[in-house]
């Protein structure tokens, strides 16, 4: 039995891949738990198109990412904070700081696509901007004290 599957099954394949199984597996199991349906022409057709759509969408998305990275490579962003005598933070600088900093530059990028060490002392990090799957863009943080 040929099925498309519609989520990732352990052992079989990823969403969206044509797959042969026998016929019970499919028929008693994948088809009516919603995890495959059957691979007909016409849904042959629709799994095509979908996947033209998809692929122009990521490659949209691939190009502005690229953009952005080329952009950050290499900023500096400053981050003005408490810090005792020794240079010591009062708390952390944590990412949704570094994303206000970024933001205040003219640069939108969400926190949760920054990654980087906990920074509890007064100096200069690197933190990275995952932008896409395989693109980041490395930025300096300078923490300063008030």
């Known amino acids: 039995m040929k099925i498309i599957l ?3 099954i352990k052992n079989l394949g990823f969403k969206d891949d044509v797959v042969i199984v026998k016929d019970g597996y499919g028929r008693n199991f994948l088809i009516p738990y919603g995890k495959a349906k059957l691979a007909t022409d016409g849904a042959l057709k629709m799994l095509a198109e979908d996947l033209r759509q998809r692929e122009f969408k990521l490659d949209k ?3 502005d990412a690229e953009s952005m ?3 950050l490579n290499g900023l500096t962003v400053t981050i003005n ?4 005598a020794s240079g010591k933070i009062f708390g952390s600088v944590t990412s ?3 994303a206000n900093a ?5 640069y939108d990028v969400d926190r949760r696509k920054l990654v980087s060490d906990d920074i509890k002392m007064i100096g200069t990090y690197e933190a990275n901007v995952n ?3 395989d693109i980041s863009a490395t ?5 300063v004290a008030e």
């Open 102 to 106: 970024l933001k205040e530059q003219g």
């Open 96 to 98: 949704l700081q570094i």
């Open 69 to 71: 990275a080329a952009k």
């Open 81 to 84: 904070t408490k810090a005792g």
């Open 61 to 63: 998305l691939r190009k």
């Open 6 to 8: 519609t989520q990732d």
């Open 139 to 143: 930025i300096t943080v300078e923490v």
């Open 131 to 133: 932008l896409f799957k």
